[in-house]
């Protein structure tokens, strides 16, 4: 059964950095792409950033110039670096990853993270 593990949340003050880690295990052929979701209170889950097996990114504007994704193929782990963090950024974030597992691709989730930026 693949499954996805995440870790590095937690409770930040503004203008602080976290480093948020997933890791799918399982029977894996490929994972392609990864990324990260985050759902505040109230508000739909939404798209953070995503990253291709090749390494091709993409990020919420939101984001931009503030958060690092990045991935270890060898270990298929995905990472998400984030900078400058506002309270903003509050939510319950959410690995996912479309993983090939020998008899189809399926999209995966993480259990979820919980990050909060106050002071």
């Known amino acids: 059964q693949v499954q996805l593990v995440e870790s590095g949340g937690g409770l930040v003050q503004p203008g602080g950095s976290l480093r948020l880690s997933c890791a799918a295990s399982?029977?894996?052929?490929?994972?392609?792409?990864m990324g990260w979701y985050r759902q505040a209170p109230g508000k739909e889950r939404e798209l953070v950033a995503a990253?291709?097996?090749?390494?091709?990114?993409n990020y919420a504007d939101s984001v931009k110039g503030r958060f690092t994704i990045s991935r270890d193929n060898a270990k298929n782990t995905v990472y998400l670096q984030m900078n400058s963090l506002k309270p903003e950024d509050t939510a319950v974030y959410y690995c996912?990853?479309?993983?090939?597992?020998?008899?189809?691709?399926?999209?995966?989730w993480g259990q979820g993270t919980q990050v909060t930026v106050s002071s």
């Open positions: 996912n990853a479309h993983i090939d597992y020998g008899l189809g691709t399926r999209p995966v």
């Open positions: 990253i291709t097996s090749g390494g091709s990114t």
């Open positions: 399982g029977i894996i052929f490929s994972i392609d792409p």
